[in-house]
């Protein structure tokens, strides 16, 4: 071979190998652009799913409280859901997300995004910032279904803003921004047992205990039942909450782009399910043991607790160890129940039982399949947050009640919120006269 026919060759070759260069330059960048596409839609939508659980608390709570309140549910459920929107753009996300390595306290300043620089991101920050709205928003519903009925309005929506800007975002940020109970205790909390249900458990049971009981709840030693007003309504509520659910804890995998994440959606899916399941069989089965009779409204709550018991690890359990989690969660939800009537705290909805006593379970019994985690750093987690949450929510219930006041006066709770706070019934066409 001469010299001529060397050099051809060497640059036919290099030619070659600069393309495939280019080429599987290319390629990997369709490929990244794929999986920016495929996870920044799947957050998007999971949030939009997510959001929906409003309309279940809504209808649930709705139907659960006395005609005479239900619109202001319904006020309550839409403004609540918009104060958490304002407050996480305002102050929250930052507080979850510019915290330190270890850090306890992140930064206060509002937040904003620019996606117009992708290369390199997972998916778009906007989608990120969506989806964790959506998730403190429903730490706030649970605190609204446990105060109904003589909460009032804005004090309430003064709590919720506390609550959803500062309370929620800090002890968040221990864990999912990297904070304090991240780096020093592995504490794991996968889509919000303790993060988001048990922090509105906490938040729920200080107002309880600050507010007080319903008129005529607890008479003479007697707990006297105040049945719901539409109960086909808080079914209807319930199995949104179920639906929404598969993007709570789904779309916490934050991430669908690739074999493994559609893979890992998958099997939450299903441990979600068999979770939720086997809470609503287990209440349906020891009410009917214990009271002689099916009771609805524990069976529906059955459901939220076995959803809340399986949120802090939905992935790792095999099928089985889901449905005995969620079995457990509907044995609390049941006992919890009547305990709470003996120490006269009035949790309307029954979210005290299904969001904190559940959230703690499904919590702890985190490293039962995830052996990264420690019954030492949840068990830390769990007080460490619990007594933050609480201690800080009483001392607010208690500032609100002596300064604004937080009780409806007796005689507008007899009314019914819905005439004294609003002038207008939920079901007008039934009022008497």
């Known amino acids: 071979m001469n010299a001529k026919t060397a050099l051809a060759a060497g640059c036919f070759f290099f030619g070659i190998l600069i393309a495939t260069h280019a080429g599987a330059q290319e390629a990997a960048?369709?490929?990244?652009?794929?999986?920016?596409?495929?996870?920044?839609?799947?957050?998007?939508?999971?949030?939009?799913?997510?959001?929906?659980?409003?309309?279940?608390?809504?209808?649930?709570?709705?139907?659960?409280?006395?005609?005479?309140?239900?619109?202001?549910?319904?006020?309550?459920?839409?403004?609540?859901?918009?104060?958490?929107?304002?407050?996480?753009?305002?102050?929250?996300?930052?507080?979850?997300?510019?915290?330190?390595?270890?850090?306890?306290?992140?930064?206060?300043?509002?937040?904003?995004?620019?996606?117009?620089?992708?290369?390199?991101?997972?998916?778009?920050?906007?989608?990120?910032?969506?989806?964790?709205?959506v998730l403190v928003a429903t730490t706030a519903s649970i605190v609204s279904g446990a105060l109904a009925e003589r909460i009032k309005l804005w004090p309430f929506l003064?709590?919720?803003?506390?609550?959803?800007?500062?309370?929620?975002?800090?002890?968040?940020?221990?864990?999912?921004?990297?904070?304090?109970?991240?780096?020093?205790?592995?504490?794991?909390?996968?889509?919000?047992?303790?993060?988001v249900h048990a922090t509105g458990g906490w938040a729920a049971i200080a107002g309880a205990i600050v507010l007080g009981p319903r008129i005529g709840k607890y008479d003479?030693?007697?707990?006297?039942?105040?049945?719901?007003?539409?109960?086909?309504?808080?079914?209807?509520?319930?199995?949104?909450?179920?639906?929404?659910?598969?993007?709570?804890?789904?779309?916490?995998?934050?991430?669908?782009?690739?074999?493994?994440?559609?893979?890992?959606?998958?099997?939450?899916?299903?441990?979600?399910?068999?979770?939720?399941?086997?809470?609503?069989?287990?209440?349906?089965?020891?009410?009917?043991?214990?009271?002689?009779?099916?009771?609805?409204?524990?069976?529906?709550?059955?459901?939220?607790?076995?959803?809340?018991?399986?949120?802090?690890?939905p992935l790792a359990p095999a099928i089985w160890q889901a449905v005995i989690i969620g079995a457990f969660g509907g044995v609390l939800v049941t006992v919890a129940v009547p305990i709470l009537d003996k120490f006269k705290i009035d949790d309307v909805v029954g979210a005290i039982p299904a969001h904190l006593i559940c959230g703690i379970w499904g919590t702890m019994i985190v490293p039962w399949s995830k052996v990264e985690a420690s019954i030492i750093g949840q068990l830390v987690g769990v007080v460490m947050i619990g007594g933050f949450v609480f201690v800080l929510s009483f001392l607010v219930w208690v500032a609100l009640k002596f300064t604004v006041g937080i009780r409806a006066s007796a005689g507008n709770e007899l009314l019914g919120l819905d005439k004294a706070a609003l002038g207008l019934e939920a079901y007008p066409e039934f009022a008497p006269g």
């Open 158 to 195: 003064v709590f919720t803003a506390i609550l959803t800007g500062l309370i929620y975002p800090i002890q968040a940020s221990w864990v999912w921004g990297g904070g304090y109970l991240n780096a020093e205790w592995g504490f794991s909390d996968f889509a919000g047992s303790t993060l």
């Open 29 to 133: 960048s369709e490929v990244q652009e794929s999986a920016f596409v495929f996870n920044t839609l799947f957050m998007l939508i999971m949030g939009m799913v997510v959001m929906f659980m409003g309309a279940g608390f809504c209808m649930l709570q709705a139907g659960l409280v006395r005609s005479k309140n239900a619109a202001t549910i319904c006020l309550k459920t839409i403004s609540l859901y918009s104060v958490a929107g304002m407050m996480v753009w305002l102050v929250g996300y930052n507080l979850i997300y510019g915290v330190e390595a270890g850090g306890l306290l992140g930064a206060f300043k509002i937040w904003s995004a620019s996606d117009v620089d992708m290369a390199g991101a997972s998916h778009s920050a906007h989608s990120d910032w969506f989806f964790q709205m």
């Open 220 to 313: 003479k030693g007697r707990v006297c039942p105040m049945p719901g007003s539409n109960l086909p309504l808080a079914t209807l509520g319930a199995f949104i909450l179920w639906l929404g659910w598969f993007g709570f804890n789904g779309g916490s995998q934050l991430a669908s782009g690739s074999f493994q994440d559609a893979g890992a959606i998958s099997k939450i899916f299903v441990n979600t399910n068999v979770a939720a399941s086997a809470g609503v069989l287990t209440t349906l089965v020891l009410t009917q043991l214990i009271y002689k009779k099916a009771d609805l409204t524990i069976v529906l709550t059955g459901a939220i607790g076995g959803l809340v018991s399986i949120t802090a690890e």
